[in-house]
């Protein structure tokens, strides 16, 4: 009894975030709404006595891949968006027809899950037990748990070299002579940790102190 | 009694919350206290000490003085994320109080009822706890962001990169512990500490990851010499600069509980809980050891504040991320291969 009970409250609570994510206007709310929808999930799972993947949820996605997306929404400081009735008007059939096939899916699935006779109903599984994961993750499913692995890293590794900035100056760059007294690794990426500092007169001579070939002086 | 029936289980376990809560309150009380008088001390001043004896009713007389501030709205602000910041920051670090066990099992004799002294005991207590931190941090970003003010943007966003840098040592920092105990229950890794006249404690075997972790816990709970999100002489008070009356109070409480959590899971991981000499005999001692535990890291932490200047937000980082992760991955490393070695 208390079991439908809790399970009814966190279904409804899962269900009521997940339309107000996507009912809200304001990207904040929406993200707030989701963090909800996640937090729900984690009980339910909790109430399938699998409580290492409900903390995993929380900590994972909750508490971390959430942040950042509360994170750049603050930064952003998004402006409250303008509707587009007439241009996106299109989207709201194809939204209804696929939620009908999704539906239709679900329940499809449902009713096989239900039917097949292979399903048991009433064992208690271990499936969400912490040493099941592990055990899992490092036999059975060793290939690809490293494989994902190595693929997030590539995405970080990537994210890193496209978001930093290039140090090099381009050569159509212009250099004011004078006194300028830049640290060597500032100008030049490839003497990282050289703070000697460089101080040029001409814009030529500064170009050729960092290393910067095929530099065409303008003041020519 | 029945203790497997559902009914008399939950009353019994709303109890024990109303319990746990009002002891958490009052140590928050006496901790604000003890925080002033003993940085008085250290500064060569006096401290609070007229209001009763010693100046013990000092916290109550200030939390009704805060009550009865003006609840100050910020126009511009986003209300309801302002109202929803403080209720996620107190309620996160409430949440994290029921899974650590504060005594062993006792017995009332007459009655002859025997019950461990656990409000919760589930198979992933330690995950729960860092889950739950991990939420902590919604508290203090979305209060940064709602107040619509420069300065509380600024201590939002700070005290958030910090809790999410410093949270990734921190949950490293107590993988060695896991290996060495094999379970996430913190009873189980409690009752593991129990021999050696109960001073067979973790920290013996992992004194690296007790340091990573204690520097982790400070950082996590934004405390000197890592705080800067409310860096006043830069920021204010940084997240929480246009908080006032009770959504003030919410938020320092939810700072000292935090406090009082984090010292916690350190004494359960690794000073052992409840043990000590003489708790097979007198299985109350326990309760008394715990305490004990707690104080001592609190007054390390009133301690640190009195003694040590701030980090700069870039030393913060750096070292987060260039001296506490690299050490802590190799404190696994050293563990697990010496695991491995010894057949263990």
Redesign the interface.
Known sequence: MITSLLFIVFAGMAIGCALGMVAQRNPLYSAISLIGVLLSLACLYVMLAAPFIAAVQVIVYAGAIMVLVVFVIMLLNVEDEEPRRKRLAFLVPTAIGLATIMIAESAFILYSVQASPATPRHGISNVGLTASVGAGLFTKYLLPFEITSVLLLMAIVGAMSLARRSNTLSPTARVVPGAQVLPMDLVNPLSTGNTTAVETNSTAEAARLMGVEGHSDREK | MDWNN?FIHSVLVIVAITIAFLSIMLLVAFTVLAERRVLAFIQGRVGPNRVGYGGVLQPFADFIKTMMKEDLVPAQS?K??FM?APMIAVVTAIMAIVVYPFGPTITIPILNWSFPLVIAR???GL??V???T??G??GI??A??SSNNKYS?MG??RS?AQM?SY?LSLGLSLIGVILMSGT?DLYSIVEQQSGWWGLNWNIFYQPVGFILYLISAIAETNRVPFDLPEAETELVAGFHTEYSSIKFLLFFNAEYINMITVSMLATTLFLGGWNGPGVAQFPLLGVGYFVVKILFFLFLYIWLRGTLPRFRFDQLMDFGWKVLVPIAILNILVTATVMFLTGK
């Open positions: 559902p986003t309801f994320v929803l589930f198979d992933v995950l729960y860092l889950g739950v991990s939420v941090v919604y970003a979305l940064g962001w943007l939002g966003l958030s999410i949270e996430l």
